[in-house]
């Protein structure tokens, strides 16, 4: 069936350090493929989304590419800032389907 | 745009009681919405799906008794927790999906989350 798998964390980051959270995936198909954050004490925002091999997705500084060939959607960011510490979220939507299968979220908190 | 809200964000009741959560789209027409749980430093498991004017699909081990799901507009979704108990006691997210006119068709968009306290 349809899965992601994340890098666990927690990670801890220094201010202005660059940032990769592993994601991978399964799924048959061409699923779309979304970034989630949620800061403390709130929801889950969209941070960004791909919906086909090679695209990239990018949002605030944060950058994930879509990779087929590795079933891969890692997120990378050159410089965090401690106003970026929150839980993040790997996600995919199967072609087709209704709902939306979740890792099980990477915290990453930054220190000044 | 695609703002979703939930009302409350918080509510303490206690055992046996039922609380009712809403949950809307307030700049664009959700033709699907969402039911989530989320578990402390855990991920969001799906509850249920519903449709507008349809019956929802909940999802394997999810007791339809107990959580009631009506979703009687394009704009409101409603979950009803009937007779409460402590472990029912969780963050409880929406989310919504637009119709494919309005672009919104594979995204989800989610409401901040209701925190119930079960006594």
């Known amino acids: 069936g349809d899965s992601v798998t994340q890098m666990e964390g927690p990670v801890t980051l220094s201010e202005e350090a660059f940032l990769t959270i592993n994601c991978t995936y399964t799924a048959t198909g061409y699923p779309s493929l979304f970034w989630y954050v949620q800061y403390p004490g709130e929801g889950l925002q969209l941070l960004l989304k791909a919906t086909k091999a090679d695209d990239k997705g990018s949002n605030k500084g944060f950058e994930a590419t879509y990779r087929k060939e590795t079933t891969s959607f890692h997120l990378e960011k050159g410089s965090v800032q401690v106003s970026d510490s929150a839980v993040y979220f790997c996600?995919?939507?199967?072609?087709?389907?209704?709902?939306?299968?979740f890792g099980t979220g990477t915290r990453l908190t930054v220190i000044p | 745009g695609a703002v979703v809200s939930q009302h409350p964000s918080r509510v303490i009741c206690k055992s046996g009681t039922s609380v009712k959560i809403e949950c809307r789209s307030l700049?664009?027409?959700?033709?699907?919405m969402f039911w989530y749980r989320q578990f402390p430093k855990q991920s969001l498991m799906l509850m249920a799906t519903?449709?507008?004017?349809?019956?929802?699909?909940?999802e394997q081990g999810v007791e339809k008794d107990k959580f009631l799901i009506n979703h009687a507009s394009l704009t409101l979704s409603t979950l009803t927790v009937t007779s409460a108990h402590p472990e029912d006691s969780s963050f409880y997210i929406c989310s919504a999906r637009g119709g494919i006119a309005g672009g919104l068709a594979d995204t989800q968009y989610f409401g901040p989350g209701t925190r119930l306290t079960v006594l």
């Open positions: 519903s449709n507008e004017g349809s019956k929802a699909t909940y």
């Open positions: 996600a995919l939507s199967a072609p087709g389907a209704n709902n939306l299968f």
């Open positions: 700049d664009f027409q959700a033709t699907t």
